[in-house]
């Protein structure tokens, strides 16, 4: 079932319901400025534009992973995972100017997000809204206001799986009007619906980590693998315990890793071994249906980390062979599926 779903959002076009969102709207004035010093990397500030970033906590550790989209002037959405939204909603709240000139509001349970995915998803996109849909003008990374059908959405352009695709973010009494507009003009396109796991075996082929599953309040930026987030030429909270954890070098590096069996993935908390000692944890796992790998992502020992290192994994209980074949998910020689957005 789930190979069917990945074949159909890759070949075609897919939809999905993902209320696993959360969605904090800023206002105001400075709104920018102030997020630079939250976040450990430089802040998207073009409206129309959507941003990926890192926030860490004062032990220099990743605080939260979030979106920040621009959709006008001195109107911001901070979007991340829904169960981390009063996780998010403190930290930002704590930190919030003390003149007023910026507010939050929440907007979680007021919209739901649908998501278009697939070679296609332009084309079905192009029939529901009066947007110009192509690349030049509606291209990676923006974000545009549209009517899908009757329904006013928040389009953005921007995946999870890998495939070109589009969050579409619907309040909820106009979420079923989009979704059949959706539905009706899909049809002539192979239209399939898709779920959760078909997302996981997409995102981990691609190297997208999951909150709380890879992105971890025990490790920092740089052994998760986001070295390419950060700017060490701008102050931020958690800089200087960031700074002195770099110099006393890595505790543990996440790797992405392939398990030499076919029978099941790993699951979450397996353990990750070299001969009899255990070197490492897996924090994520699943079938790639799209390369026919069994992929797992961990955090093993540095020396460990080294693209070939042999392995073994536990699977269902039982020791199975693995091999290294990326430093991180990020990292630029994961070839598992470069040839993707």
Request: aromatic letters at 8%; hydrophobic letters at 40%.
């Amino acid at each position: 079932v789930v190979a069917e779903e990945v074949r159909a959002v890759s070949s075609s076009v897919g939809l999905a319901e993902v209320n696993g969102f959360n969605r904090i709207e800023i206002t105001g004035t400075g709104i920018h400025d102030w997020l630079e010093g939250l976040f450990c990397g430089r802040v998207q500030r073009k409206t129309g534009k959507v941003g990926l970033g890192y926030m860490l906590n004062y032990q220099g550790n990743v605080k939260a992973e979030a979106t920040i989209t621009n959709i006008e002037e001195g109107r911001v959405w901070y979007g991340s995972a829904a169960a981390s939204e009063c996780h998010d909603m403190e930290w930002l709240e704590d930190h919030l100017p003390k003149d007023g000139s910026i507010s939050l509001k929440s907007l979680t349970n007021e919209c739901t997000t649908l998501v278009l995915a697939g070679p296609k998803a332009r084309t079905v996109l192009a029939e529901v809204t009066r947007l110009d849909c192509s690349p030049e003008s509606f291209g990676w990374l923006s974000v545009r206001q549209a009517f899908v059908g009757i329904a006013p959405a928040v389009i953005m352009s921007v995946s999870f799986s890998g495939e070109e695709a589009f969050e579409i973010h619907l309040p909820n009494n106009q979420l079923y009007a989009g979704y059949i507009a959706l539905r009706l003009a899909g049809q002539s396109h192979g239209l399939r619906l898709f779920g959760s796991r078909a997302v996981e075996s997409m995102r981990m082929e691609k190297g997208y980590l999951h909150w709380k599953a890879d992105l971890l309040t025990e490790f920092n930026p740089e052994e998760t693998g986001l070295g390419r987030f950060l700017d060490t030429q701008k102050d931020f909270i958690g800089k200087s315990a960031l700074v002195k954890m770099k110099t006393d070098g890595p505790r543990r590096k996440l790797v992405s890793l392939q398990i030499d069996c076919s029978h099941a993935p790993s699951h979450s908390g397996a353990s990750i071994k070299k001969g009899e000692d255990v070197i490492g944890s897996v924090t994520s796992a699943a079938w790639g249906y799209r390369v026919g790998k069994n992929l797992a992502y961990g955090f093993v020992d540095p020396e460990m980390s080294e693209i070939g290192t042999n392995l073994t994994v536990d699977v269902l209980g039982s020791p199975e062979t693995a091999i290294v074949i990326a430093a991180s998910p990020y990292d630029p020689k994961n070839m598992i599926l470069r040839n993707k957005r």
